[in-house]
């Protein structure tokens, strides 16, 4: 019965039906299920299922955005029980991520985060119009492995430039690597400014993260 629930709220999740899956998580909670096991054993290996559908073209950006969204409403029940029991999902590594001073944009930051949290990363997000110096304050706080710096605006790009460089005044470059990402932003950018990294989408932002962190 608890692996039924568990393969149920993965395939609601993949189904993109946030109400189901809110009252998926509910009923396996009441049933004695660990908040953990729910996330590894059923919320986990529907994000990858679709994840795996987007990068092969069989999933679009309005599926991958429901899909988050299932995945916010049952972590927004699950973390109090997770911190209640003191219990942690394993963690890949440590991510701070924004969207860089002067661009308020975050609909593709938001998704981005989500699909790292679901991915086993721990994301501090701060937000959107965020100046260089409180992600270098986030990134010294936190010990952060990877910054993402994302930009939707041609004006705002170049403020990711801006933040390496404060990263590097204050000698924490060589602690983090960087990603970066947006609309007006390619690979060609990301060499120019010395990031570490550019990813076109959510999924490929969580593939490079893992593979960054490899190295």
């Not at 400014?193 to 932002?205: H, L, Q, T």
């Amino acid at each position: 019965m608890k692996n039924d629930l568990l393969s149920l709220i993965k395939a609601t999740l993949i189904d993109g039906d946030p109400e189901r899956t809110e009252a998926l998580v509910q009923q396996a909670l009441g049933e004695g299920l660990a908040p953990l096991t729910i996330v590894e054993q059923g919320l986990m290996p529907g994000m990858t299922v679709v994840g795996d559908r987007f990068a092969s073209g069989e999933y679009f950006l309005p599926q991958l955005v429901i899909a988050a969204r299932c995945m916010q409403a049952a972590m927004d029940i699950l973390q109090p029980e997770l911190l209640r029991r003191q219990e942690a999902v394993a963690r890949v590594g440590t991510v701070v991520i924004g969207t860089v001073k002067g661009d308020i944009h975050e609909i593709g930051k938001n998704l981005v985060a989500t699909m790292l949290s679901a991915g086993g990363f721990q994301v501090f997000d701060l937000g959107v119009n965020v100046p260089g110096e409180q992600f270098v304050e986030k990134v010294k706080e936190t010990g952060a492995d990877i910054l993402g710096l994302s930009a939707l605006l041609t004006t705002t790009m170049t403020e990711q430039r801006e933040v390496i460089a404060a990263l590097e005044q204050a000698r924490l470059r060589d602690r983090v690597k960087v990603i970066i990402g947006g609309a007006p932003v390619n690979q060609r950018w990301a060499d120019s400014i010395g990031a570490d990294g550019y990813a076109e989408d959510a999924v490929g932002a969580v593939a490079l993260a893992r593979r960054l962190l490899e190295r």
